[in-house]
Each structure stands twice: as structure tokens, then as C-alpha cells.
């Protein structure tokens, strides 16, 4: 089945350490996304890729690092410049625009939840 | 840049009742995406209705529809005959016409649909 893949789905960490999350995802789609999500604050954008070895800073990207070396994958790095990193991560993949009910329509992994020590 | 307004942080609806979450962005463009997405206790983000800008006609999905209103740059979700599967948070969201953009979202109603 296409999905995406989030790894891990827990993740504790000490401070000053640096992570990495995966998404992997299998549907062909384009373009990839990396949101953070804190109680009461919606979805923040941290990265976004339209297309392989390229990306864009969103709106909290500060302390945060990301590749796009493959179409299929885009991970994700907490360095330890992120003074908050305690928070539950989303990727996201997208088709692109387009005819149909797929176009600009964003697919959701199942989460990284993040704890720093 | 684009804003999306949640204003009811927190919902609860009776089974089989209606009810309806706000949701009003701001936005320079003519042409655009507007979305809700669901999602449950699972955390797992799940899209439920879409609607184009230049569409006029409001979109429905079975007991999900929208009160898209263009000029007042509202988009309201109405949720019909809830059921306790429907609880879960709620997030209202933008997308620029150019696509392969990244959603803007807002903070999210929590729906708590009751027997």
C-alpha cells in the first residue's frame, strides 16, 4: 500500500544531542513537508521541498536541518540549536496541482513524537 | 501572508446532532485551496472536504459539508448527524493556487462528539 513512514514513532532525547526523523514515502509525489505540532499552536511549518535536492525554510525553521537527496525521502534533523524541541513532528507529501481529487491535497505520515530529557 | 482564524478552541455536539466549526483566513489572492482536515486521538491527519476558490458551489463529502462565503473569507464546516467517531480535533486550512505549496493552518477546534 503507498503511505508514508514516519521512524521512530517515540524518540527521547538528552540535551545537546542531535536527532534525525525519517519519512519515507512510496506514493511518487513531488513535494514533502516537515510541520511541528505543540498543544494550542495548530501546525507550523519548519521545512518543504518541491522537488529532489532543493527546499525552503518555513516559519520556525530555526535549529532545524533537512536533505532531499532521494524523491522518496526527506529527514529531518533537531540540532541542538533548537531551544524547544519537545513536540510532536508531521511529514507530509503532495501530488502537486493538477485535475482531480488528488491535486494539492497534502497525506499526512503517522508522527514522531520528540521528548528532550 | 495568508492567516487562518479558529475561534472556538473547543466544541461538544450530541450524537446525531449538527455542528458547525468556524473558520475565517485572510488572504490577498483570487484564487486559492481551502481545507479540513481531522484528526482523531490516533493523531493520524486525515482530509475531510476540500474546496476550491473559484468553485461557488460548497463542498460535501456525505455528512461533511462546507459554507464556503468567498467575499466574507469564511469557510465553515457543518457536520451532520455526528456520531462518536467524529471526535477529534479539527483544522481549518489554506493553500496559495500555485500548488505543491505548503498548507497554512489554523490552531484547531477540539470536537467532542457525546452519547
Known amino acids: 500500500d503507498g503511505g508514508i513512514t514516519q521512524s521512530p514513532k517515540y524518540l527521547f532525547r538528552k540535551e545537546g544531542q542531535n536527532v534525525t526523523l525519517s519519512c519515507e514515502q512510496n506514493l511518487n509525489h513531488d513535494a514533502m513537508y516537515w510541520y511541528r505540532q505543540d498543544p494550542g499552536q495548530g501546525l507550523r511549518l519548519i521545512y518543504y521541498s518541491q522537488i529532489v535536492n532543493d527546499f525552503q525554510k518555513g516559519d520556525i525553521a530555526e535549529g532545524y536541518s533537512v536533505s532531499r537527496e532521494k524523491k522518496e525521502s526527506f529527514p529531518l534533523t533537531v540540532t541542538s540549536a533548537q531551544k524547544n524541541p519537545t513536540a510532536f513532528y508531521l511529514c507530509?507529501?503532495?501530488?502537486?496541482?493538477?485535475?482531480?481529487?488528488?491535486?494539492?491535497?497534502?497525506?499526512f505520515g503517522a508522527g514522531s513524537r520528540l521528548t528532550v530529557l | 501572508a495568508q492567516t487562518v482564524t479558529q475561534s472556538q478552541p473547543e466544541m461538544s455536539v450530541q450524537e446525531a446532532e449538527t455542528v458547525t466549526l468556524s473558520c475565517t483566513y485572510d488572504?490577498?489572492?483570487?484564487?486559492?485551496?481551502l481545507f479540513w482536515y481531522k484528526q482523531p486521538p490516533s493523531r493520524q491527519m486525515i482530509l475531510v472536504i476540500r474546496q476550491e476558490a473559484y468553485k461557488q458551489q460548497n463542498a460535501t463529502e456525505n455528512r461533511f459539508s462546507v459554507n464556503f462565503q468567498k467575499a466574507a473569507k469564511s469557510f465553515s464546516l457543518k457536520i451532520s448527524d455526528s456520531q462518536l467517531g467524529d471526535t477529534a480535533m479539527y483544522f481549518c486550512a489554506f493553500m496559495k493556487p500555485s500548488g505543491n505549496t505548503p498548507l497554512v493552518f489554523g490552531k484547531g477546534t477540539r470536537l467532542s462528539v457525546i452519547a
Open positions: 507530509a507529501s503532495s501530488i502537486g496541482p493538477g485535475v482531480g481529487s488528488g491535486a494539492n491535497v497534502l497525506t
Open positions: 488572504t490577498s489572492e483570487n484564487n486559492y485551496y
